[in-house]
């Protein structure tokens, strides 16, 4: 079956623009989860998304980054006012379990600031 | 606080000879640890789950196992195509559902 689905593949933009990501989870997959990968660097937890529940925003690295998720499917990672040190890979990933367990990632998106 | 610790940092081999990547965690209480390969531009891909010491998975070449404090990814006969970043996660202690992943062991097999 499909795999998680990440747009665009990659998104240049300039310094102090806004930018939105977005990811198509594996259909069925209830939770959903946002990291971001710097060059050199681990992936780092951002955001989780788990059905109705209010998301764990706990990764987040300030306000300028928000996440929405609609319709318990598709989600939009939103960067405001984007600052140099915001490139990097923003990657998605769902898995079918509440507990987090396995998480199937998709290709990511590589944010190039300006 | 939780850790992943992952050596070696880079692993160089030639075709056909065999090794070990290692990951040593801590945390308090152990829900799971999940090895994923990733490759250059691209996401992570699930490769095992672990739950309990003494347990070992396989697949292919690889063979996963468990201790108390580590996991080991051994590699058996590699070809070129497992070159590739091998990255080892935990569920944090906190939060099951948050994974702290390791830095990742980039495995290079040459022809």
């Known amino acids: ?114 | 606080e939780d850790q992943v610790t992952q050596s070696p940092e880079a692993l160089r081999l030639q075709e056909g000879e065999s090794s070990s990547l290692n990951c040593s965690y801590t945390v308090s209480g152990l829900r799971g640890l999940f090895w994923y390969r990733q490759d250059p531009g691209k996401g992570p891909e699930f490769l095992f789950t672990l739950y309990s010491a003494g347990e070992e998975k396989e697949k292919e070449r690889l063979k996963a196992t468990l201790t108390k404090k580590e996991s080991f990814l051994h590699i058996t006969a590699p070809k070129p195509e497992d070159s590739a970043t091998y990255l080892c996660a935990i569920p944090r202690s906190g939060s099951a559902r948050q994974l702290t992943f390791g830095s990742g062991t980039q495995l290079t097999v040459l022809p």
């Open chain 1, 1 to 114: 079956g499909a795999g998680v689905s990440q747009s665009p593949s990659n998104k240049v933009t300039e310094k102090g623009k806004d930018v939105e990501l977005r990811c198509d989870p594996i259909s069925g997959h209830t939770a959903l989860y946002w990291y971001r990968q710097s060059l050199g660097q681990g992936l780092e937890f951002l955001i989780y998304f788990q059905g109705n529940s209010a998301p764990d925003k706990s990764g987040l690295p300030s306000d300028r980054f928000s996440a929405e998720r609609t319709g318990g499917s598709v989600s939009t990672l939103t960067i405001q006012r984007t600052q140099q040190e915001d490139s990097a890979v923003y990657l998605c990933a769902s898995s079918p379990h509440r507990g987090g367990y396995e998480q199937y990632f998709g290709p990511g998106t590589r944010l190039t600031v300006t």
